[in-house]
Nanobody
Framework: QVQLVESGGGSVQAGGSLRLSCAAS????????MGWYRQAPGKQRDLVAA???????NYADSVKGRFGISRDYAKNTVYLQMNSLKPEDTAVYYC??????????WGQGTQVTVSS
């Protein structure tokens, strides 16, 4: 069992920045991939950014050049730096950890609201 605790959400004006944190209860060396997803009201949950244990990153086209995912092994934490935020980035952001092809965990979510 891996527990994920997100923090760093909040309200910001368009063009602003936020940094989300996801603290894992397990050593993230043992996690194959970690990522951030988001879900806006009435929409499906979509991948925003992910990073594998090899350091390979993947971003949704809508956030490329604005968001950056990184990890701190010493703190077992993954970050999502969000710059140049837009109102359409408003959503609940969820941290995800994939241990195997059949085992994954989710955080409780953190709200990000971007006003125009």
């Amino acid at each position: 069992q891996v527990q994920l605790v997100e923090s760093g959400g909040g309200s910001v004006q368009a063009g602003g920045s936020l940094r989300l944190s996801c603290a894992a209860s397990a050593n993230i060396f043992s996690i194959n991939a970690m990522g951030w997803y988001r879900q806006a009201p009435g929409k499906q949950r979509d991948l925003v950014a992910a990073i594998t244990s090899f350091g390979i990153t993947n971003y949704a086209d809508s956030v490329k050049g604005r968001f950056g995912i990184s990890r701190d092994y010493a703190k077992n934490t993954v970050y999502l730096q969000m710059n140049s935020l837009k109102p359409e980035d408003t959503a609940v952001y969820y941290c995800n950890a994939v241990l195997t092809s059949t085992t994954a965990y989710w955080g409780q979510g953190t709200q990000v609201t971007v006003s125009s």
